[in-house]
């Protein structure tokens, strides 16, 4: 696609409930970031994922949050068991191999009630 | 340990020149980059250092101290539409860590 695509745009969950949250990345963009922003914050760096090597997981605050990227192309984070702290928003960016410009998508709100 | 510091807010007018810092002390270093985030939006790309000096890019410009562990955006002749979050990253082990970002007011 022309961008980073994200869905869905919002998300209200009940505290306990799992969710999953959806990246397509740019076609041909090998690299693949997920980073929080919660409000009035920075981004706050979780997975990276690059081609077929391990992703690198050294953000994600706990094991109840999970991500995977099937085909090396979309990729899906998953937050379990979720928790009033984890309402934020949750960015999705890509990069093409040895590329320096990363493109955001326009994320996911996500609100634990 | 990674550590990224910029002003949480900073205030211009209209047509001014204003400077944002940002300093950064981490464990490695392959570039520095700077983006703009309008309230609710996603984060758009200004710019790329990875050597010491000045980046001019229209009426942003991105300067890089790699010895200071220090850089800056400057941007002039501002207008209305930069109100914005600026956000300052270092690339480090493929990733973005990013600082606090500095919330930009333009008054009239």
């Known amino acids: 696609g022309a961008g980073v695509s994200q869905s869905p745009s919002n998300k209200v969950t009940e505290k306990g409930k799992d969710v999953e949250l959806r990246c397509d990345p740019i076609?041909?963009?090998?690299?693949l970031y997920w980073y929080r922003q919660s409000l009035g914050q920075g981004l706050e760096f979780l997975i990276y994922?690059?081609?077929?090597?391990?992703?690198?997981k050294s953000g994600l605050p706990s094991d109840r949050f999970s991500a995977e990227r099937t085909g090396g192309s979309v990729s899906t984070l998953t937050i379990q068991r979720t928790q009033q702290e984890d309402s934020a928003v949750y960015l999705c960016a890509s990069t093409e191999q040895g590329g320096k410009g990363y493109t955001f998508g326009s994320g996911t709100r996500l609100t634990v009630v | 340990g990674q550590n990224i510091d910029q002003p949480t807010e900073m205030t211009a007018t209209e047509g001014a020149i204003v400077q944002i810092n940002c300093t950064y002390q981490?464990?490695?270093?392959?570039?520095l980059f700077w983006y703009q985030q309008h309230a609710g939006e996603a984060p758009t790309f200004l710019s790329y250092n990875v050597l010491d000096g000045l980046e001019e890019k229209g009426r942003f410009s991105s300067f890089l101290s790699r010895s200071k562990g220090y850089s800056y955006l400057l941007l002039k002749e501002l207008q209305m539409k930069d109100s914005a979050s600026y956000l300052c990253a270092v690339e480090h082990t493929g990733k973005l860590i990013f600082g606090q970002g500095t919330t930009l007011q333009v008054k009239p």
């Open positions: 981490t464990s490695g270093f392959n570039g």
């Open positions: 076609s041909g963009h090998t690299a």
């Open positions: 994922f690059q081609g077929n090597s391990a992703p690198d």
